[in-house]
């Protein structure tokens, strides 16, 4: 597995996203991403109820658990890295939930335009 550097959109060290739900492709609490992390789970995003509504509705539940994944479920206010595709598609349907620039992984940016970004920042780099 070989992992890209640890930078975030901003140029520099690449923050922890969440350790409570731990979160990232390597469930490492970190949105780092490799090769293999075909969906790219690199933006660092707070959910929000409506959010969570989208993503269920284009097919993606997050916020049912799924014990047998050891998954809780997610709730408004936790921190999780997303899918640059589906923040993306969220952003561009109204639903986008606000981002921790800081923790959201350089590779979102092969997907997600910077501006985008920091138009849901809810840090000012």
């Known amino acids: 597995m070989d992992k890209d550097p640890s ?3 901003l140029g520099a060290p690449l923050e922890p996203c969440s350790t409570a739900p731990v979160t990232g492709y390597f469930r490492d609490g970190v949105c780092n991403t490799c090769a293999q992390d075909q969906g790219s789970h690199t933006v660092c995003a707070i959910m929000t109820a409506e959010f969570l509504a989208f993503s269920k509705y284009v097919g993606n539940d997050l916020s049912t658990p799924r014990p047998e994944y050891l998954f809780q479920g997610l709730k408004p206010g936790d921190c999780w890295c997303l899918c640059a595709g589906r923040f993306l598609q969220a952003a561009e349907e109204g639903a986008g939930p606000q981002v921790r620039l800081a923790a959201t992984h350089e590779r ?18």
Do not use: C, F, G, Y
């Open 7 to 9: 930078v975030n959109v």
């Open 108 to 125: 979102a940016l092969d997907i997600v335009p910077l501006q985008i970004l920091k138009d849901h920042a809810a840090d000012t780099p």
